[in-house]
């Protein structure tokens, strides 16, 4: 090692789902949306002004806010925005998990929350979910720096009651709590209204995967408006301009399509709830997803070799070589038409069995 490196920040970076580019692939590895965005939005690409591309946005990413604080019915100063809920996120840990006391976050989870706390040198501790995947809350009620899971969490997509999150805020008064709502749209019930309730919670959202757009990098956080001013301190400490133009005015117009986004949302739902049942015909196990994704085990077949199997088919899923998960496979939802092209394959793998 050369002297230099000595004071090199060294981390364990995340490793995000491969992204080939086979014009035959059925890529159901990333919980990307398999729908366009919002007509609006490529009407509104045509629009846009190439010459203002030379002035800096909007630090405060106003137009976006405001649209946000529309549609939600909230104050603008209760939303923050950001590239994509990862930099949503990021900004969140680096800005509210400064105490001695470890962060609180699922054994299984988004596996970016420990890379984080590996580069903000926060202390953490992950809390095994029971056998059936589901969160401990007790596990909660103890002393920590605060606490962090999705919800639906991810990649199990199983829901956690807004009750008991309410009963996680009641026990964790004194650190913040982050609620990261990626895949909420997909059936579960926000926790956005309990940010008027518990000045110490923040719940994170993306356009990534209900709205088709996780190619222009937009997350959004609510909270208080003093929690939210502290994120924006942060934020303005380290890039005045991170919303670039294009995501601020696209964002804002996707907003304004609440009939396709319900119709998106609504194809999502049925192709799971479809796609679940063939599943459990073909011997398939899985704890009840609320997201757009289904995260399954088979007795029969080894998910490693189930993942190569249909890789070289083209056919892209998430495979996780981690304790406890490394039999699972986290397979996207797409359109009827993809699904299909798995469930054949499924089929016929299961006969060569
Ligand atoms: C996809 C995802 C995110 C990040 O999405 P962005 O594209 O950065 O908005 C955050 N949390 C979870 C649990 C996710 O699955």
């Known amino acids: 090692m050369e002297k230099w490196e000595e004071n090199v920040r060294r981390v364990t970076p995340y490793t995000p789902g491969e992204q080939p580019d086979f014009p035959d692939m059925v890529k159901l590895n990333t919980n990307e949306n398999p729908y366009p965005p919002a007509p609006g939005v490529l009407w509104r690409m045509r629009e846009m002004q190439y010459e203002n591309l030379r002035l800096y946005p909007a630090p405060g990413a106003d137009l976006l806010v405001n649209a946000l604080a529309d549609y939600y019915k909230m104050d603008p100063e209760q939303i923050f925005v950001g590239v994509g809920s990862d930099d949503v996120l990021a900004m969140a840990f680096l800005t509210f998990f400064n105490g001695k006391e470890p962060v609180l976050f699922p054994d299984i989870t988004y596996s970016f929350y420990d890379v984080w706390a ?19 809350k007790e596990d909660y009620y103890k002393p920590n720096g605060g606490v962090v899971f999705p919800n639906p969490n991810a990649p199990t997509g199983v829901e956690m009651p807004l009750a008991d999150i309410e009963d996680i805020l009641q026990h964790n008064r004194d650190s913040v709590v982050i609620v990261d709502e990626a895949y909420i749209d997909f059936g579960g019930i926000s926790a956005r209204k309990l940010v008027e309730k518990y000045d110490n919670l923040l719940v994170v959202q993306t356009f990534s995967k209900s709205r088709s757009m996780a190619g222009l990098r937009i997350g959004y956080a609510f909270g208080c408006k003093k929690i939210i001013k502290y994120l924006q301190d942060a934020k303005y400490s380290f890039n005045s301009y991170t919303m670039n133009r294009p995501s601020l005015e696209l964002g804002a117009e996707a907003l304004k399509d609440e009939a396709y986004f319900r119709q998106t949302v609504e194809k999502i739902i049925a192709t799971r709830e479809r796609t679940k049942k063939r599943l459990a015909e073909l011997g398939f196990t899985f704890a009840d997803s609320k997201s757009n994704f289904i995260f399954v085990t088979h007795p029969d077949f080894s998910a490693r070799e189930l993942f190569e199997a249909l890789k070289k088919e083209h056919i892209y899923v998430r495979y996780f070589a981690k304790p406890r998960i490394d039999n699972y496979l986290r397979i996207t939802i797409g359109t009827d038409e993809q699904m299909d092209v798995l469930l054949a394959f499924l089929e016929k793998y299961r006969k060569e069995r």
């Open 118 to 136: 590996g580069l903000f040198r926060i202390p953490y501790e992950c809390q095994p979910l029971l056998e059936d995947f589901t969160i401990r």
